[in-house]
């Protein structure tokens, strides 16, 4: 067979190889649960956070300035904190962060954290003036080490003490240009690292507790090119667009290797939507991307993994959906 004949089928076979390869499989799903109001009949808006323990779910509302709690079939079981300015007050209530019975709660104005028991109960307020951050998006380890992204650290990533005494900066900045938007980055304890996922691009980091790089890489698939395309534009039509974070990704779930990235992509008509959830298994050393879910309605803020459960919030119709996975 002659040589350009050969070197044209490994071509479209490496072609086709590669197209399959960046095809995402898209799986429409449908919540077996949603939850609409509270049983007092007081409704939530703008939850950015949802987190669990092994008895309850606990969800940052943060306009309200309250944590509320549910029990794992997400049976209301009333709300801690409330908005205000004193102690155990939030004006806008951060990430949340559940730890041996006490809830570690940011706040989005000031940076400082609040401690409460899961009872309710006020402990603290631990204040580090600097740490004025991202502090809808961070993580904290066993021994109460918080990692924070950081648009004004020489850093991009920060790791704080139980105190909130700064220990140390790690990570590279992709461009000067990188700024309180554009910086942003979700953070997650995977296992005994930090991942690091970049909330405009899709570059994965994964650092050890010191710091250390263990791997950074892009995770190009046509499932973020509708949006990539998009910030791209915005940015060539104005080059002041460069400054805005254009997210791409909006939250973060974990469960064992599975990697749940809930993002923003375009339709044909250039309409944004957040309502689908990519999947990547980290194996081998390396995330892969599996496929997607599509969630109902157009816009969700916050996920959570609880078991084989999917726990989402559709800003939308301002309810919590579940759904069986």
């Keep these: 067979m002659d040589i350009k004949v050969i070197s044209f089928c490994c071509f479209v076979v490496l072609f086709l ?32 956070g ?24 997400m049976n209301y079981q009333g709300s801690i904190g409330t908005r205000g300015q004193g102690p155990g007050e939030f004006p806008a209530l951060g990430g949340i962060v559940c730890l041996n019975d006490t809830l570690y709660a940011l706040n989005c104005n000031n940076g400082d954290l609040s401690v409460l028991t899961t009872g309710g109960k006020f402990v603290e307020t631990v204040r580090k003036e600097e740490i004025i951050t991202f502090p809808d998006r961070y993580c904290m380890d066993e021994s109460k080490c918080i ?27 992709r461009e000067s240009g990188d700024n309180m938007l554009s910086a942003e980055r979700l953070l997650y304890l995977f296992g005994n690292n930090i991942l690091s996922i970049k909330a405009d691009e899709p570059l994965l980091a994964l ?3 010191q710091g250390k790089i263990l791997l950074d890489r892009r995770i190009d698939n046509h499932l973020f090119s509708s949006r990539l395309l998009f910030k791209k534009q915005e940015q060539e039509k104005n080059p002041a667009n460069g400054k805005k974070g254009y997210k791409l990704f909006y939250d973060i779930a974990v469960s064992g290797d599975i990697v749940y990235l809930l993002h923003i992509y375009h339709d044909s008509d250039n309409r944004p939507y957040c309502n689908r959830i990519a999947r990547l298994v980290f194996e081998n050393g390396n995330f892969r991307f599996i496929d997607a879910y599509q969630l109902p309605d157009a816009w969700y803020t916050s996920i959570c ?21």
């Design 17 to 48: 190889h590669s197209c399959k390869q960046n095809t995402a499989s898209i799986v429409c799903i449908e919540p077996c649960l949603t939850v609409e109001e509270l049983n007092d009949s007081t409704f939530f808006k703008d939850v950015y």
């Design 50 to 73: 949802i987190i669990h323990d092994t008895k309850h779910i606990y969800a940052s509302d943060t306009y309200n300035g309250r944590v509320l709690k549910f029990d794992l079939d």
């Design 147 to 173: 990692y924070v992204c950081s648009p004004i650290d020489p850093f991009p990533l920060v790791k704080y003490d139980a105190g909130m005494n700064r220990r140390f900066g790690f990570g590279t900045r």
């Design 207 to 209: 650092y050890d507790r």
């Design 305 to 325: 993994l609880v078991g084989n459960r999917l726990v989402c919030y559709c800003s939308v119709k301002q309810e919590f959906q579940i759904y069986e996975l």
